[in-house]
Nanobody, 121 residues
Framework: QVQVVESGGGLAQPGGSLTLSCSAS????????MGWYRQAPGKERELVAE???????NYADSVKGRFTISRLNAANTVYLQMNSLKPEDAAVYYC???????????????WGQGTLVTVSE
């Protein structure tokens, strides 16, 4: 079992910044990828940013140049630094953790409970 816990959401003004944190704990042999997704009301969940164990990153076009994902591999922790926030960034942000619980499996994929980001004057 793996627990994924996010923190850091809240209210920011347009143009402001927030940092989200996510830590995964439990039976983890390798963590292949950790990332952030978001879901706004009435919309589907979408990728925001993701990083893999090799340090590679992937960003949604809408956040490139404004958001930065970083990871502490040893701590199975990932951060999302969000700058120049826009009202359209408002959503519930979810952390996703993907990996293996043992050398030969099983593979896991867990999601956090979500943290709300509000962008408003």
């Amino acid at each position: 079992q793996v627990q994924v816990v996010e923190s850091g959401g809240g209210l920011a003004q347009p143009g402001g910044s927030l940092t989200l944190s996510c830590s995964a704990s439990g039976t983890i042999f390798t963590m292949n990828a950790m990332g952030w997704y978001r879901q706004a009301p009435g919309k589907e969940r979408e990728l925001v940013a993701e990083t893999n164990s090799g340090g590679g990153t992937n960003y949604a076009d809408s956040v490139k140049g404004r958001f930065t994902i970083s990871r502490l591999n040893a701590a199975n922790t990932v951060y999302l630094q969000m700058n120049s926030l826009k009202p359209e960034d408002a959503a519930v942000y979810y952390c996703r953790a993907v990996g293996y619980s043992a050398p030969r499996g099983p593979h896991f994929e867990y999601w956090g409970q979500g943290t709300l980001v509000t962008v408003s004057e």
